[in-house]
């Protein structure tokens, strides 16, 4: 089955659509006046310079102070470290101002941000410090500890740390307190704006090269299919290194001049409180976000400003869609599927279907054009068949950086393939029936079963392992370990949890440890992960 968003949504959204070139593809995009988020700053510090840009609870920025701040970190970026086109900066920030006009300065000088994600360990990062070959980490003290131990073996010329600086590191504040102009400096919508790092079902974590046609694009599909309009102001309770936080949120008001409240860390109480105190009129998060919101005392006489409601980044349970439904009569709600790879969203559920279509995710947005693939064949399915989903559109990132192998086999005849597994029906609306890649979805918060299984592997007490994701009541998915001891020797699961904890993300390590005789396996000698769970 093959769907295209320009064919479902109605023509006030569809019919101004025009035909563009990007990385050798023809495709559909959506009128702009504005092309790289260096545009998108400066319209809306032109456009609305006093309104809220950016709220903590530390500060307040307008427009107009968030580009005088960003041209100031671009002009010290410039002229301490000739950071040119094409760098990579990482930063390694929870949600914050620094946060914010780290991604604007890298924008401004052409250059790229790579967004780390902030629960990593020190190995973790270690990898996507090289691989980038980030020139600058620009992170937050809280963080150092993962950092202290590879500091020797990351390329980055300069560390710069916001709060207190480590020996050896600079103060943030050094890159905010110059008079260095940032140079002018030509940029390209189908540049490359950031980096972000998705797990591969094989091997080691892949960096998603997202363009400045990709944001806007989507900082435009949110725009026509949520109803988002000027003066919107959102609460982010989501991470803004990945892309629903980031694009869905940050660049998507900058985009329309709104405003952008930012929790530090996600916080269900401060969240209720914020969304009245701050009059929120639009969210978006993953499901657990607004289940923990849900659980606070007094959240269901909250949020009566809220207008537009997204959920989405893992299945949303029906009852989770009703109970938000009798919460917010007055908003309306869209589950939203997509991924970092499409510059977040893919889909969006049309306007008060929300319950009707109760387990589906919705049309293509307008620019995207979908089909599902048979596993096997490569066959184009019928309406109605399970298959692969594969994505089409300007929204769809062009590779993956320094790793032409997984460019090619993920989106190389320029069909993006998803890992999903989905059913299209008639009327263009899809359900995202299961996975194909073998990951676990805790929240929102990926994990991809090989990268657990390698590292429980390394345990010199473990012979062979399995991770399977297990049903949680919050969470929608947990990780489940199965590990088969060596000859000899026996498993003590704590011991085998801390070792995970010491490599990778608090998030990915196992809730459950089963210590097993043998793993399960089909006579051709592959795991059978569904006797597992
Ligand atoms: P990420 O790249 O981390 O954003 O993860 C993308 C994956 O999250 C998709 O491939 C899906 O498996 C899952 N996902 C995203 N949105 C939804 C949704 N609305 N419903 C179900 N699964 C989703």
């Given at each position: 089955?093959?769907?295209?968003?320009?064919?479902?949504?109605?023509?006030?959204?569809?019919?101004?659509?025009?035909?563009?070139?990007?990385?050798?593809?023809?495709?559909?995009?959506?009128?702009?006046?504005?092309?790289?988020?260096?545009?998108?700053?400066?319209?809306?510090?032109?456009?609305?310079?006093?309104?809220?840009?950016?709220?903590?609870?530390?500060?307040?920025?307008?427009?107009?102070?968030?580009?005088?701040?960003?041209?100031?970190?671009?002009?010290?970026?410039?002229?301490?470290?000739?950071?040119?086109?094409?760098?990579?900066?990482?930063?390694?920030?929870?949600?914050?101002?620094?946060?914010?006009?780290?991604?604007?300065?890298?924008?401004?000088?052409?250059?790229?941000?790579?967004?780390?994600?902030?629960?990593?360990?020190?190995?973790?990062?270690?990898?996507?410090?090289?691989?980038?070959?980030?020139?600058?980490?620009?992170?937050?003290?809280?963080?150092?500890?993962?950092?202290?131990?590879?500091?020797?073996?990351?390329?980055?010329?300069?560390?710069?740390?916001?709060?207190?600086?480590p020996a050896g590191t600079e103060p943030l504040d050094r890159l905010t307190d110059t008079r260095e102009r940032p140079p002018a400096v030509v940029v390209d919508e189908d540049d490359t704006a950031f980096i972000m790092y998705t797990s591969g079902t094989t091997g080691r974590p892949k960096g998603a090269l997202g363009t400045h046609v990709g944001i806007v694009t989507s900082s435009i599909s949110f725009e026509r299919c949520m109803g988002l309009g000027d003066g919107e102001r959102t609460l982010v309770a989501v991470p803004l290194f990945?892309?629903?936080?980031?694009?869905?949120?940050?660049?998507?008001?900058?985009?329309?001049?709104?405003?952008?409240?930012?929790?530090?860390?996600?916080?269900?109480?401060?969240?209720?409180?914020?969304?009245?105190?701050?009059?929120?009129?639009?969210?978006?998060?993953?499901?657990?976000?607004?289940?923990?919101?849900?659980?606070?005392?007094?959240?269901?006489?909250?949020?009566?400003?809220?207008?537009?409601?997204?959920?989405?980044?893992?299945?949303?349970?029906?009852?989770?869609?009703?109970?938000?439904?009798?919460?917010?009569?007055?908003?309306?709600?869209?589950?939203?599927?997509?991924?970092?790879?499409?510059?977040?969203?893919?889909?969006?559920?049309?306007?008060?279907?929300?319950?009707?279509?109760?387990?589906?995710?919705?049309?293509?947005?307008?620019?995207?054009?979908?089909?599902?693939?048979?596993?096997?064949?490569?066959?184009?399915?019928?309406?109605?068949?399970?298959?692969?989903?594969?994505?089409?559109?300007?929204?769809?990132?062009?590779?993956?950086?320094?790793?032409?192998?997984?460019?090619a086999a993920t989106m190389g005849d320029g069909w993006m393939r998803s890992g999903d597994l989905a059913r299209i029906d008639a009327d263009g609306y899809v359900t995202i029936m299961d996975r194909l890649k073998d990951m676990i979805n805790r929240g929102g918060e990926k994990i991809y079963?090989?990268?657990?299984?390698?590292?429980?592997?390394?345990?010199?007490?473990?012979?062979?392992?399995?991770?399977?994701?297990?049903?949680?009541?919050?969470?929608?998915?947990?990780?489940?370990?199965?590990?088969?001891?060596?000859?000899?020797?026996?498993?003590?699961?704590?011991?085998?949890?801390?070792?995970?904890?010491?490599?990778?993300?608090?998030?990915?390590?196992?809730?459950?440890?089963?210590?097993?005789?043998?793993?399960?396996?089909?006579?051709?000698?592959?795991?059978?992960?569904?006797?597992?769970?």
């Amino acid at each position: 089955m093959r769907v295209r968003g320009s064919d479902l949504w109605p023509a006030p959204l569809t019919r101004d659509l025009v035909d563009e070139t990007h990385h050798g593809h023809r495709l559909r995009g959506y009128p702009r006046d504005a092309r790289t988020l260096g545009d998108v700053l400066g319209r809306a510090a032109a456009r609305v310079p006093d309104r809220d840009a950016v709220v903590t609870r530390e500060r307040r920025l307008t427009w107009r102070e968030l580009r005088a701040e960003v041209d100031r970190m671009a002009g010290a970026l410039h002229a301490r470290h000739g950071v040119k086109p094409g760098d990579r900066v990482a930063l390694l920030l929870l949600n914050s101002v620094d946060f914010c006009v780290g991604v604007f300065a890298c924008a401004r000088l052409g250059a790229v941000a790579v967004t780390l994600n902030t629960k990593l360990r020190a190995p973790e990062l270690e990898f996507m410090l090289q691989n980038s070959g980030a020139r600058i980490l620009i992170m937050h003290e809280a963080l150092w500890d993962e950092i202290a131990p590879i500091r020797a073996t990351v390329p980055c010329e300069a560390v710069y740390v916001a709060g207190r600086p480590p020996a050896g590191t600079e103060p943030l504040d050094r890159l905010t307190d110059t008079r260095e102009r940032p140079p002018a400096v030509v940029v390209d919508e189908d540049d490359t704006a950031f980096i972000m790092y998705t797990s591969g079902t094989t091997g080691r974590p892949k960096g998603a090269l997202g363009t400045h046609v990709g944001i806007v694009t989507s900082s435009i599909s949110f725009e026509r299919c949520m109803g988002l309009g000027d003066g919107e102001r959102t609460l982010v309770a989501v991470p803004l290194f990945h892309v629903t936080g980031l694009i869905g949120q940050l660049l998507t008001m900058a985009w329309l001049g709104g405003t952008t409240v930012v929790m530090r860390t996600f916080d269900a109480a401060e969240a209720i409180r914020l969304l009245d105190a701050e009059r929120i009129t639009y969210m978006i998060a993953a499901p657990t976000v607004f289940t923990m919101m849900l659980q606070q005392p007094g959240a269901r006489d909250a949020g009566r400003s809220l207008r537009r409601v997204g959920y989405g980044g893992a299945p949303t349970p029906p009852d989770g869609i009703v109970a938000l439904r009798e919460w917010l009569p007055q908003a309306t709600l869209q589950n939203a599927y997509g991924m970092t790879e499409t510059s977040s969203p893919t889909t969006l559920m049309p306007f008060g279907q929300e319950l009707a279509r109760i387990s589906s995710v919705g049309w293509p947005v307008p620019i995207a054009e979908l089909r599902t693939v048979d596993v096997g064949t490569g066959r184009e399915c019928a309406a109605d068949e399970v298959g692969e989903l594969c994505i089409r559109g300007p929204h769809v990132v062009p590779g993956y950086w320094a790793n032409p192998e997984a460019t090619a086999a993920t989106m190389g005849d320029g069909w993006m393939r998803s890992g999903d597994l989905a059913r299209i029906d008639a009327d263009g609306y899809v359900t995202i029936m299961d996975r194909l890649k073998d990951m676990i979805n805790r929240g929102g918060e990926k994990i991809y079963c090989v990268e657990v299984e390698d590292v429980l592997c390394a345990h010199p007490a473990v012979l062979e392992a399995a991770v399977v994701g297990v049903a949680d009541p919050v969470y929608g998915e947990a990780v489940k370990a199965c590990v088969v001891p060596r000859a000899g020797v026996s498993v003590d699961p704590d011991d085998v949890r801390r070792f995970v904890a010491a490599r990778l993300a608090k998030f990915k390590v196992p809730r459950e440890i089963a210590v097993l005789d043998a793993l399960p396996r089909n006579p051709n000698g592959k795991v059978i992960k569904s006797a597992l769970r």
